[in-house]
């Protein structure tokens, strides 16, 4: 996708702040925190949200996931605990339509979200 920020981002194109990456996913700073870690990790494969995914891409899926307790863990949150977030729509907040987790922790937070 021509005009994704997070596509542009897996290629290069655009800069940001790396953790991890492997050859499924990256995962770097969120722009704009809120949290002291927060973390997005993003499939290299452009999908807008959950609503997009296939029985396909299932495996991708799950390598998202395990980048994330990765960089948890990398980031010292594994035993502080650490949420992991997945906007699906702009009526709950989605911003960037190319699938992404959001890694928070480092702060109390509550539940359920505002
Ligand atoms: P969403 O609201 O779609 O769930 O999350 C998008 C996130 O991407 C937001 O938390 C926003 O701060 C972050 N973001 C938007 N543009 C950029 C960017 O160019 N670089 C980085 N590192 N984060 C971005
Ligand atoms: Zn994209």
Redesign the pocket.
């Known amino acids: 996708m021509s005009d994704c920020?997070f596509c542009k981002?897996v290629d290069k194109k655009?800069p940001?702040?790396p953790v991890a990456e492997n050859q499924h996913a990256i995962a770097?700073?969120?722009?704009?925190p809120?949290a002291p870690t927060?973390i997005?990790v993003v499939p290299r494969k452009h999908v807008v949200n959950l609503n997009d995914a296939r029985e396909e891409d299932a495996a991708e899926l799950g390598h998202l996931l395990l980048l994330a307790r990765d960089v948890a863990k990398a980031e010292g949150l594994a035993e502080k605990g650490y949420r992991i977030a997945i906007?699906n729509g702009a009526g709950v907040?989605?911003?960037?339509?190319h699938l992404?987790l959001?890694v928070l922790g480092g702060r109390a937070m509550s539940w359920p979200p505002g």
């Open positions: 920020i981002i655009l940001s702040t770097f700073r969120d722009l704009h809120g927060h997005l906007n907040g989605q911003s960037v339509f992404h959001h």
